[in-house]
């Protein structure tokens, strides 16, 4: 299985281009989620899919867009590139109810997006 | 809305315990995950509590305190490989997605 994979690993964008982030997972999850993580600030949940078809906003929403077509496929689109947007965004993928002992969420290696 | 809140930066000596604080409050919980980040990598999962109590894994060790809103990673027989970010993640009630504090970079010194 190759788990999380995430694609493109780098990219470079002049302000106001646009660009989709894709995700792919193997492993049946129901929920999958995009993740961007900024030096002191942690990881902040941007949107999250429940399933199939179904998406929702996170903490930090504004100026990204999602679908999810197919339950293995979670893509997270800018439409308007901005500087604040630099960062390292991860994907992650789990089942819905974490157990006490399994390895519930899974993150994919990451894409560090540098906007200009 | 959440607050959660880890110490930034500790440093420990190879051999040594330390032991990593993480307070939360949140609408309702869950649960809190313990994730481990190495720079430049992805976070790979270390526990998940639910339960008062001590969770032992190996040379990791997770506590939860829930009426607290407490708990703590502890980290045995420190190797230099240990050195990361640690995240601490509570998952608040109705959800069980976790939302994580700012992390705290362990730095592990001969």
């Known amino acids: 299985n190759a788990g999380v994979t995430q694609t493109p690993k780098f990219r470079v964008l002049k302000t106001g281009q646009s660009m989709t982030l894709l995700c792919a997972q193997d492993?049946?999850?129901?929920?999958m989620y995009w993740y961007r993580q900024d030096p002191g600030m942690g990881l902040r949940l941007i949107h999250y899919s429940v399933g199939e078809g179904t998406t929702a906003k996170g903490e930090v929403p504004d100026g990204y867009n999602v679908s999810r077509l197919k339950k293995q496929n979670f893509l997270l689109g800018l439409e308007s590139a901005a500087p604040s947007q630099t960062s390292v965004y991860f994907c992650?993928?789990?089942?819905?109810?974490?157990?006490?002992?399994?390895?519930?969420?899974?993150f994919g290696p990451g894409t560090r997006l540098t906007v200009l | 809305g959440q607050n959660i809140d880890q110490p930034t930066e500790m440093t420990a000596t190879e051999g040594a315990i330390v032991q990593i604080n993480c307070t939360y409050q949140?609408?309702?919980?869950?649960?809190l995950f313990w994730y481990q980040q190495h720079a430049g990598e992805a976070p790979t999962f270390l526990s998940y509590?639910?339960?008062?109590g001590l969770e032992e894994k190996g040379r990791f060790s997770s506590f939860l305190s829930r009426s607290k809103g407490y708990s703590y990673l502890l980290l045995k027989e420190l190797q230099m490989k240990d050195s990361a970010s640690y995240l601490c993640?509570?998952?608040?009630?109705?959800?069980?997605?976790?939302?994580f504090g700012r992390g705290t970079s362990l730095i592990v010194h001969p």
């Open positions: 492993m049946n999850h129901e929920y």
């Open positions: 949140t609408s309702g919980f869950n649960g």
């Open positions: 993640g509570p998952t608040p009630g109705g959800s069980y997605i976790p939302t």
């Open positions: 992650a993928s789990s089942y819905p109810r974490p157990g006490t002992s399994t390895d519930t969420q899974y």
């Open positions: 509590n639910v339960l008062d």
